[in-house]
């Protein structure tokens, strides 16, 4: 059974940072590329990172670009986002997945795996 499981969501201020961990077990995790997907009340939901299983190529949405950090510790199984210099608009529940194509990793394709999501808000 696969679990993605985050943590260290909670309430900052803007300009402030938050780390979040997922961590994953039940499968493969070298094998997998993973990514963080966020969704604000009202709006669809948006790739933040992701990064490949084995080269670590990234990738980020524009919105996060300079700001966000995504990295992974495949002897840990787990992949973190880092969020520096948060927004109020970074505001929203985020989510980590993971896949075996880490160009499924996007906004309407059929993804492997989810996690439960963890809330981040930022206020002014």
């Known amino acids: 059974q696969v679990q993605l499981v985050e943590s260290g969501g909670g309430l900052v201020q803007a300009g402030g940072s938050l780390r979040l961990p997922c961590a994953a077990s039940?499968?493969?995790?070298?094998?997998?590329?993973m990514g963080w997907f966020r969704q604000a009340p009202g709006q669809e939901r948006q790739v933040v990172a992701r990064?490949?299983?084995?080269?670590?190529?990234?990738y980020y949405g524009d919105s996060v670009k300079g700001r966000f950090t995504i990295s992974r510790d495949n002897s840990k199984n787990t992949v973190y986002l880092q969020m520096n210099g948060l927004k109020t608009e970074d505001t929203a529940v985020y989510y980590c997945a993971a896949d075996k194509t880490v160009s499924q990793l996007r906004v309407g394709a059929k993804v492997d795996y989810w996690g439960q999501g963890t809330q981040v808000t930022v206020s002014s």
């Open positions: 990064i490949s299983g084995t080269t670590g190529m990234t």
């Open positions: 039940g499968l493969s995790f070298s094998s997998y590329a």
